[in-house]
């Protein structure tokens, strides 16, 4: 004996256009509550994947990005470095400038000071790092950035040493001497003698630094622009990717909306037909009674 229900043509066929629109009412509904229309390989392989590996790329040039932001904070501490070792540098040409018409214990004094400032400039640079990174008182440090994984396009920027026994070389022998071990200069203004041709020296050779340290602090906000317009340029590729990946992705909500209204019609259609379908069996039932 069979326990299979077996239900009219007519019925079987309303029966089946219900379940086809349950089944889209579903999915339409899914589409409106996650607001994608390819939330997965099954609802196409295709668009999913070309989304995912857009969204791939984003991510990428996103921490990318970050990385240049980073960039750019080093470069600003190690141009705010330089600016204030530009001012030390003017301060001392002010004290060489004084001392070569003070008397011999003005001098004295005045030697103090140059020394102390020298020395001060170098602790400012030392401590001019951002994360780690010197880019002034080493040749030897690097700030490397790399734009695109997919590329070889990167920006390196070497390093300067703007220490003072570097900074301020030529024209001061007989006057700077340096403190042994230390990279720190002293001077000895008081024994000079011949003061106006070798403080002229000396305050040409400071000169020279400042010029030099303006030069390194140029160069150094020139990289500073560049990386910002890097940076603008990948947050827009960023959007743009983002943005195409959204297209294949994303739900008409307007579209869906209207597809949700009709099939619930629809819906209420094929529940009027299925029922109109049994009245036959029910047709038969009434003989019973």
């Known amino acids: 004996m069979s326990n299979n229900i077996v239900l009219g043509t007519a019925t079987q066929q309303n029966l089946l256009a219900l379940q086809n629109l349950n089944t889209q009412l579903g999915t339409t509904q899914g589409h409106l509550a996650t607001g994608l229309a390819v939330s997965s390989a099954i609802d196409d392989a295709v668009k999913y994947f070309q989304a995912q590996s857009l969204t791939n790329r984003a991510d990428d040039l996103s921490t990318r990005k970050d990385a240049i932001a980073q960039g750019i904070q080093s470069l600003t501490t190690a141009t705010n470095g330089i600016t204030s070792v530009i001012s030390i540098l003017q301060q001392m040409e002010g004290i060489v400038n004084g001392a070569a018409t003070q008397t011999s214990a003005q001098r004295a004094s005045a030697a103090t000071q140059f020394s102390t400032l020298g020395q ?113 340029f990948t947050q827009q590729y960023i959007t743009t990717l983002q943005g195409g990946a959204s297209d294949l992705t994303v739900a008409d909500v307007n579209q869906e909306s209207t597809n949700l209204v009709t099939l619930q019609t629809r819906q209420q259609l094929a529940l009027q037909s299925l029922s109109i379908a049994t009245q036959s069996e029910q047709a038969v039932l009434r003989l019973f009674h």
Do not use: E
């Not at 002034?136 to 390196?156: D, Y």
């Not at 003072?164 to 000079?192: E, I, Y």
């Open 120 to 232: 001060q400039l170098s602790t400012l640079l030392n401590d001019a790092s951002y994360q780690g990174l010197n880019l002034v008182n080493s040749t030897a440090s690097n700030l490397t950035l790399q734009f695109s994984i997919t590329s070889t396009s990167k920006l390196k920027i070497a390093g300067q040493n703007l220490l003072f026994s570097k900074l301020v070389t030529g024209g001061k022998a007989q006057v700077l001497g340096s403190k042994a071990g230390t990279g720190m200069m002293s001077v000895k203004f008081s024994a000079v003698s011949n003061k106006v041709s070798l403080f002229t020296n000396v305050y040409n050779a400071l000169q020279t630094a400042v010029f030099k340290a303006q030069a390194a602090a140029q160069t150094l906000g020139t990289n500073v622009n560049f990386l910002q317009t890097r940076m603008s």
